[in-house]
């Protein structure tokens, strides 16, 4: 029922007699629902002209979260089981866009920050828990998208040291994320730059960011 509404949602498409019976049960059982179905419910409330509902079912989401700065925020509740198929990574995803369809981008932060988490010290154990991620992490657009757009084309500077010595940086037009979402590649061929020692990165916008350095050598 709420897989069929969000998708209705999704597509942009109107309403029949039907989907509208189903979205007034959406309304009556709203207590009901896991906690994915409840995220799908925010989205599907909002964009259908029952915005106190969203913002009720959206207040009732975040009450069964918990976060800590370590963590992030995350769901404390059976409603958003472990199971075979990571249910709880497709929840948490739900959820971000749920907080991004309303812009709540504070607490979206914070259970993104789980979300990486998760992939650091654990794993997104299933291709579709994988795909969720991605799609919640990196996906851009406005709010009708859904999604709040982590790779943003914001700036980010780097400066390269042997030791105490600057032997390379990025000029400002360089700093610019590109489509490739934040992957940068710069080549060396001084051996000051290439007996490079530290490499510091420098990012100027608020938020949350993530991200690794590798180096790759030929003779």
Known sequence: ?????????????????????????????????????????????????????????????????VSSPEKG??????????????????????????LHAMNDEATASEMRL??????????????RASADAVYALLATGGKQQGVMPLAEKTPVYYTLYNHNKVVGFNAESQSRMPQTVG???????????????TVRLDKRTDGLSWGSVYATFSA
Not at 40 to 48: E, K, T
Not at 73 to 98: K, L, N
Not at 114 to 127: D, G, I, P, V
Not at 184 to 197: M, V
């Open 183 to 197: 992957y940068f590649k710069q080549t060396y061929t001084d051996a000051s730059a290439t007996g490079a020692t």
């Open 114 to 127: 789980w979300l990486l988490q998760a992939k650091r010290t654990q794993m997104w154990e299933t291709s």
């Open 1 to 65: 029922c709420m897989r069929y509404l969000y998708l209705l949602t999704l597509m942009g498409l109107k309403f029949d007699d039907d989907a509208q019976y189903l979205l007034n049960r959406a309304v009556a059982l709203r207590h009901e629902l896991t906690m994915y179905g409840k995220a799908l419910s925010v989205i599907i409330f909002d964009r259908n002209g029952k915005s106190a509902e969203a913002a009720i079912a959206l207040k009732s989401l975040k009450e069964h979260t």
């Open 73 to 98: 925020r995350y769901f404390d509740t059976p409603r958003a089981e472990w199971s075979w198929h990571s249910y709880r990574i497709p929840s948490q995803c739900a959820a971000i866009e749920a």
